[in-house]
């Protein structure tokens, strides 16, 4: 008999506690299929952040850390310059990697730092109850822009990618979703690629996907893959930034 | 080999190394800069590592995450860098990652000046950050115990898995003494806990996270059991003509010296005046003080603030006699006005 579909062994198999319809269990997977795929898992050290993923130590089954709100680039970059023959990823949120951790993140790029973030934005702080995010879109109804996001008050979505690409320390920028079958394959095949790019030391390396908050959206599951569509694609494009090795 | 003239921050950059330290993580501040400088040049030709980092905040998260490694790995900074550190530090002591922390201060409160000063006390004994937690904290003296103390501080910050500080005035940092150089120190201790990757064992997690109050209780009682230790085996005190002492001056770091040099002074005038220079602020040496309140008539807390270890005296007093306060900020006192000091209270008292 073949087995055709198995948990990857760099999942623990522990019951995720994210929400029905969240996109974050598929991201995991995503990451864990490329940690083994890669053959990594032994050398591969990851840091979670403050937010919803931040059990992600008890998921993913290699060495891992949990770090400060914002500050994983930093603690990834003093393992790696320690360790650089391992791999070293962080996975963050937007609050965690656009607001408090804004300036580790944008350093951890300039320096060039051989890393790879993971991050997930889904226009909103999901662990503390659904308040604006620096991505939240302008009109979308947070706890926190009860009345819409407005421009002249609460100011403009940070686009990352598109901010980190412009940073000569950047070898791999690139932005997906995972709100459809076609752009999960995608999302995999960016999260390895900026693996690879770690591996080959390149420099710094990141994949935006856009993720689904059906809880803090108030949509069902299906509604929110297809407001991705609607609302986050058209401001934040999806596609490659930056690729050093292109 | 002889002594070599050394600079304070100098000598204890190169202590750090002595002791086996493999990164240095930190921001530039005065009048800490040097011991940066110092790294910057010394870890290329030694294969260790220095990175500037962004912000203290980002300098103490690089710290986090490079001590998770195993490594000997420091940061150093001064007052208002050190406050920014305060977050990170917090979760360092949560998870038992050993680091040397050094705070070469100055005067406060806000950007206050680059003079010396202690007046950085309280944040250091009491932890400084959110939560229940304590630093070993080592207060050096002179400029070989700069060295001295960093080597020590390593060990300590290893066999407790705590991050231990050493601070120091300012002034400390800057001057010059000819000092012996140790030798090399060769870390012994096993750190199995370290993220390294998980090859041919099952993943190591440093989380600082306890959702379960369960388990957040049991971790701040294992913390507290680690303090108790400390406290009953690692405070540290010189006592300085102390056994028939009317009167205790009790001081700390730099400011230390130059009280001693005031109560060999009023011993000369027969004026029975003794020293108790804490070297650990926490754990604070309480027995010794608490002993040397059975004899003494009165103590005297010479501090570089407006008055912080003064509080630690008078809990290990306990009310048995009276403890007086002389401080300055920004200026060190000198050793006539404190030897003045001792006259006006010997006087009054008649000692």
Same mark, same amino acid.
């Given at each position: 008999m073949k087995t055709v579909a198995a948990r990857p062994e760099s999942l623990t198999g522990a019951q995720y506690h994210y929400c029905p319809g969240c996109t974050h269990g598929i991201i995991h997977r995503l990451v864990a299929e490329v940690i083994d795929e890669l053959g990594i898992r032994e050398k591969t050290i990851g840091i979670c952040p403050v937010g919803c993923a931040v059990l992600a130590y008890d998921y993913f089954n290699c060495d891992m850390l949990e770090a400060a709100h914002g500050r994983a680039p930093a603690i990834a970059t003093g393992i790696k310059r320690m360790l650089p023959e391992n791999v070293v990823f962080t996975y963050q949120g937007d609050g965690d990697l656009a607001s408090i951790g804004m300036a580790e993140i944008l350093h951890a790029s300039a320096r060039g730092e051989k890393i790879t973030v993971i991050f997930v934005n889904n226009a909103v702080y999901g662990m503390t109850g659904g308040q604006m995010a620096p991505t939240t879109l302008l009109g979308q109804v947070t706890t926190t822009s009860p009345y819409g996001r407005k421009a002249e008050v609460e100011g403009y979505p940070v686009r990352m990618a598109e901010i980190l690409a412009e940073n000569e320390g950047s070898a791999y920028i690139a932005r997906t979703t995972v709100n459809k079958p076609a752009n999960v394959r995608r999302t995999k095949k960016a999260i390895k690629k900026a693996f690879e790019i770690q591996q080959k030391g390149l420099g710094f390396t990141m994949v935006e996907i856009l993720s689904a908050c059906p809880t803090n959206w108030g949509l069902s599951p299906v509604q929110a893959l297809e407001w991705i569509d609607e609302n986050m694609i058209p401001y934040y494009p999806l596609g490659e930034f930056k690729n050093k090795e292109a | 080999m002889g002594k070599i003239l050394m600079k304070g921050n100098e000598a204890l950059a190169e202590g750090a190394l002595i002791a086996g330290?493999?990164?240095?993580?930190?921001?530039?501040?005065? /009048?800490?800069?040097?011991?940066?400088?110092?790294?910057?040049?010394?870890?290329?030709?030694?294969?260790?590592?220095?990175?500037?980092?962004?912000?203290?905040?980002?300098?103490? @998260?690089?710290?986090?995450?490079?001590?998770?490694?195993?490594?000997?790995?420091?940061?150093?900074?001064?007052?208002?860098?050190?406050?920014?550190?305060?977050?990170?530090?917090?979760?360092?002591?949560?998870?038992?990652?050993?680091?040397?922390?050094? @705070?070469?201060?100055?005067?406060?409160?806000?950007?206050?000046?680059?003079?010396?000063?202690?007046?950085?006390?309280?944040?250091?004994?009491?932890?400084?950050?959110?939560?229940?937690?304590?630093?070993?904290?080592?207060?050096?003296?002179?400029?070989?115990?700069?060295?001295?103390?960093?080597?020590?501080?390593?060990?300590?910050?290893?066999?407790?898995?705590?991050?231990?500080?050493?601070?120091?005035?300012?002034?400390?940092?800057?001057?010059?003494?000819?000092?012996?150089?140790?030798?090399?120190?060769?870390?012994?201790?096993?750190?199995?806990?370290?993220?390294?990757?998980?090859?041919?064992?099952? /993943? @190591?997690?440093? @989380?600082?996270?306890?959702?379960?109050?369960?388990?957040?209780?049991?971790?701040?009682?294992?913390?507290?059991?680690?303090?108790?230790?400390?406290?009953?085996?690692?405070?540290?005190?010189?006592?300085?003509?102390?056994?028939?002492?009317?009167?205790?001056?009790?001081?700390?770091?730099?400011?230390?010296?130059?009280?001693?040099?005031?109560?060999?002074?009023?011993?000369?005038?027969?004026?029975?005046?003794?020293?108790?220079?804490?070297?650990?602020?926490?754990?604070?040496?309480?027995?010794?003080?608490?002993?040397?309140?059975?004899?003494?008539?009165?103590?005297?807390?010479?501090?570089?603030?407006?008055?912080?270890?003064?509080?630690?005296?008078?809990?290990?007093?306990?009310?048995?006699?009276?403890?007086?306060?002389?401080?300055?900020?920004?200026?060190?006192?000198? /050793?006539?006005?404190?030897?003045?000091?001792?006259?006006?209270?010997?006087?009054?008292?008649?000692?």
């Open positions: - | 330290c493999q990164g240095f993580f930190g921001y530039p501040i005065t /009048p800490s800069s040097e011991i940066a400088e110092y790294m910057a040049r010394k870890f290329p030709q030694l294969g260790g590592i220095f990175l500037q980092a962004e912000s203290e905040l980002a300098a103490i @998260n690089m710290v986090y995450g490079a001590a998770a490694t195993g490594a000997r790995v420091m940061t150093a900074s001064s007052g208002p860098g050190i406050s920014l550190k305060q977050e990170g530090i917090s979760f360092i002591a949560e998870a038992e990652l050993p680091c040397l922390i050094v @705070n070469i201060s100055r005067g406060g409160p806000g950007l206050g000046g680059i003079q010396p000063a202690q007046s950085d006390y309280f944040q250091a004994t009491r932890g400084g950050g959110h939560g229940d937690y304590r630093l070993i904290v080592l207060a050096p003296s002179s400029v070989q115990e700069m060295m001295d103390y960093a080597i020590e501080g390593f060990d300590l910050a290893d066999r407790y898995r705590i991050p231990v500080m050493l601070m120091a005035e300012g002034t400390l940092g800057q001057m010059m003494e000819p000092i012996y150089v140790r030798e090399p120190v060769k870390p012994a201790i096993e750190k199995p806990w370290a993220t390294t990757g998980c090859a041919g064992r099952s /993943p @190591n997690i440093i @989380n600082t996270l306890h959702l379960s109050p369960e388990v957040l209780e049991h971790r701040n009682q294992h913390l507290q059991r680690k303090y108790d230790q400390l406290q009953a085996n690692e405070s540290r005190a010189e006592t300085f003509m102390t056994d028939d002492a009317d009167l205790i001056l009790v001081a700390f770091g730099l400011m230390s010296r130059v009280v001693k040099k005031a109560v060999i002074e009023a011993r000369k005038q027969g004026i029975k005046v003794g020293l108790i220079r804490p070297i650990t602020l926490w754990p604070f040496p309480d027995a010794i003080i608490k002993e040397a309140a059975e004899k003494a008539q009165m103590f005297l807390s010479v501090e570089i603030s407006m008055g912080q270890m003064i509080e630690d005296i008078r809990l290990a007093v306990d009310g048995a006699v009276p403890v007086d306060f002389y401080g300055r900020i920004g200026i060190i006192p000198n /050793p006539e006005e404190i030897y003045s000091e001792i006259i006006r209270i010997a006087e009054r008292e008649g000692f």
